[in-house]
């Protein structure tokens, strides 16, 4: 997702510095070429040589060492950059850029690069809460400098408060939004994902084994891309994404709730969840005790609220996913022309690599104007881009129609 982008990362003296480890590793993961910049106290943290044999790339510790380059280094190093981050960041370094001093390669680079940097703090809570820092924090903010908030936590110092290290997968999250195109902004979209669960009584419920990833993918996606996203979602074991506001819901009809309220203000909405079709027609109050060796339940049918969304469709882009197990298009086709889609996203759950809980999908897509694409097995990850690569295409062909 990283691929041919340069980043460069700046990694300062906090004992977090180690944790910077697992940035490099995410970001060569994503395929990135990273160059790590280490300033002096960082170094007596970790030693140069574990970004080095993690980034596959010379390590620049001084500003002076990098003159056996052709190029004067801290300037190539600057306009190479796609995106700069610092993680971590201490107050002393957001306090050195936010007044302009370039006094080693790291602050040096920063000065003089034109890539959006993204600094990711680290430190003590008092520190944190310094209104020094928070100054020259609101300062680097208001000339467009991005940063990842940390968290509250136990902090080396053995305060408990705000300043931890943020996750390096949410850093990691941030920097592939920071080197996003903004394709999206603009729009407002709802995303739709997760099981819903159907309660028979207070311990057992019915549901599937949706696991929520495909969803959260196009949330991510969406965000990054630079629309408004909200995320209705079903029980899952997924963290919510950053930037993303969350709505937690448990049956379908608090879905149902939840995603027509938000269907008012949005123009995109995606509809990855599996909605349970049924539910038990009385929910007992009290467990159902075993009374002989068959039971039968009595279930009663859930309104579909793709449908109903369909109906009052507007000029919305909406694009719905068919989970089939059989007859993949032509079962598609018609939930597209049933519920009055734009685009239905389609797979069959039995084959190997796609479906509900694995981290890859294989999928067709299946367009109003009869265009149909089947696609090789992949990440969701990447497929969340491909599915609104098309709703860009759409929007800019003029909206998505109405047929009703
Ligand atoms: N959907 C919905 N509300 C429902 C059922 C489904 O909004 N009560 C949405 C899903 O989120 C998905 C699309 O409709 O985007 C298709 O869901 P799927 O389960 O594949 O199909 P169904 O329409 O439920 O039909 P069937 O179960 O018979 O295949």
Not at 167 to 174: A, L, N, R, T
Not at 371 to 395: S, T
Request: hydrophobic share 45%; glycine share 8%; proline share 4%.
């Amino acid at each position: 997702m990283m691929t041919g982008k340069v980043v460069l990362l700046g990694v300062t003296g906090g004992i977090a510095a180690y944790k910077a480890v697992e940035l490099v590793r995410l970001f060569v993961k994503g395929g990135a070429e990273v160059h790590v910049l280490m300033t002096e106290s960082a170094q007596q943290f970790v030693t140069p040589l574990t970004f080095q044999t993690l980034s596959r790339n010379p390590v620049h510790t001084g500003l002076f060492n990098l003159i056996e380059e052709q190029e004067i280094g801290h300037i190539s190093l600057a306009d190479r950059a796609d995106l700069v981050v610092i993680a971590p960041a201490t107050a002393n370094i957001v306090g050195k850029i936010a007044h302009g001093i370039a006094d080693d390669l790291l602050t040096t680079t920063v000065m003089a690069t034109r890539a959006p940097v993204l600094i990711a703090p680290a430190m003590n809570s008092n520190m944190y809460r310094n209104p020094i820092y928070r100054e020259n924090e609101d300062r680097l903010r208001k000339y467009g400098y991005l940063f990842v908030d940390p968290v509250t936590g136990m902090l080396a110092c053995g305060w408990e408060g705000e300043g931890k290290f943020q996750d390096p997968s949410i850093i990691y999250q941030e920097a592939l939004c920071a080197l996003s195109v903004k394709d999206l902004q603009g729009e407002r979209v709802l995303v739709t994902a997760g099981p819903t669960q159907e309660e028979l009584d207070p311990v057992r419920y019915l549901s599937n084994h949706s696991s929520g990833k495909m969803g959260y993918a196009i949330a991510r996606a969406a965000r990054r891309r630079g629309a408004e996203v909200v995320l209705v979602t079903g029980p899952v074991a997924l963290a919510p994404p950053s930037g993303v506001t969350t709505i937690k819901v448990v049956s379908a009809a608090q879905m149902r709730e939840a995603s027509l309220r938000e269907f008012a203000d949005a123009t995109v909405v995606v509809k990855a969840a599996a909605v349970a079709d049924y539910r038990p027609e009385v929910r007992a109050a009290s467990k159902i005790k075993k009374k002989g060796a068959a039971l039968t339940l009595a279930l009663k049918q859930n309104p579909d609220i793709l449908a109903e969304m369909g109906k009052n469709k507007g000029d919305r882009i909406i694009v719905g996913f068919a989970a089939e197990t059989a007859g993949l298009q032509e079962n598609a086709l018609s939930k597209l022309r049933a519920k009055n889609l734009d685009m239905i996203v389609a797979n069959d759950v039995t084959r190997e690599g796609a479906g509900f809980s694995v981290d890859t999908n294989i999928v067709t897509i299946l367009s109003r104007d009869g265009n149909v694409v089947d696609f090789p097995v992949m990440e969701k990850e990447l497929l969340a881009d491909i599915i609104l690569d098309r709703v860009v295409v759409l929007r800019d062909q003029g909206r998505g129609c109405d047929s009703e």
